[in-house]
Antibody, heavy 118, light 109 residues
Framework: QVQLVQSGAEVKKPGASVKVSCKVS????????MHWVRQAPGHGLEWLGR????????NIAQKFQGRVTMTTDMSSSTAYIELRRLTSDDTAVYFC???????????WGQGTTVTVSS | QSALTQPRSVSGSPGQSVTISCTGT?????????VAWYQHHPGKAPKVLIF???KRPSGVPARFSGSKSGNTASLTISGLQAEDEADYYC?????????FGGGTKLTVL
């Protein structure tokens, strides 16, 4: 059974950083890129970027370049996204997924709520 | 601001058909790789309905269909059911990058 289990909710102050994890089980972690998508309250889905677990090369959406870092730990089959210099606009639910079209690549994590508030 | 434009909302009665459009700049739809459609119920993970403009993943009912014309991709839902009430997003896949449309809220009357 494929599972993407994300870390728990976070509350951060403006200007801080947050790191969200996504642990994969049920498929070979190295087989698929991992994408990160977020949804802010009252807004739509927004693609942040993707990372190749094999070489750590990430493609970050232009809007987030310089502020987002994606990494992976092959030993624990875990992907990470770090977002720096947080503002209230970063308050959102963050999802990980291989963003594919058939099992197991169509599975998503359960989402991690990040709240940025002073 | 999204490069893919969707209507903010559409509605239909049970049994009817609705079509949701996704219009992009030529860089994002016409001549480029793929468009997928996702259904998103609040509090749940999004679910892919259509990929490569017209293909349906295994397990997705045939009443969901996709099409493309020029720089517009479309999702048609036939035989509307109450459980179809959700948000729908198109997503363009261009090389290494993805772009989501702004989303369309479907209301089943």
């Amino acid at each position: 059974q494929v599972q993407l289990v994300q870390s728990g909710a976070e509350v951060k102050k403006p200007g801080a950083s947050v790191k969200v994890s996504c642990k994969v089980s049920g498929y070979m972690f190295s087989d698929y890129f991992m994408h990160w998508v977020r949804q802010a309250p009252g807004h739509g889905l927004e693609w942040l970027g993707r990372i190749n677990p094999n070489n750590g090369v990430a493609n970050i959406a232009q809007k987030f370049q310089g502020r987002v870092t994606m990494t992976t730990d092959m030993s624990s089959s875990t992907a990470y996204i770090e977002l720096r210099r947080l503002t209230s606009d970063d308050t959102a639910v963050y999802f990980c997924s291989p963003l594919g079209y058939k099992y197991p690549t169509d599975v998503w994590g359960q989402g991690t709520t990040v709240t940025v508030s002073s | 601001q999204s490069a893919l434009t969707q209507p903010r909302s559409v509605s239909g009665s049970p049994g009817q058909s609705v079509t949701i459009s996704c219009t992009g700049t030529s860089a994002y739809i016409d001549g480029y790789d793929y468009v997928a459609w996702y259904q998103h119920h609040p509090g749940k993970a999004p679910k892919v309905l259509i990929f490569d403009f017209t293909k349906r993943p295994s397990g997705v009912p045939a009443r969901f269909s996709g099409s493309k014309s020029g720089n517009t991709a479309s999702l048609t839902i036939s035989g509307l059911q109450a459980e179809d009430e959700a948000d729908y997003y198109c997503c363009s896949h261009t090389g290494s990058y993805r772009v989501f449309g702004g989303g369309t809220k479907l209301t089943v009357l």
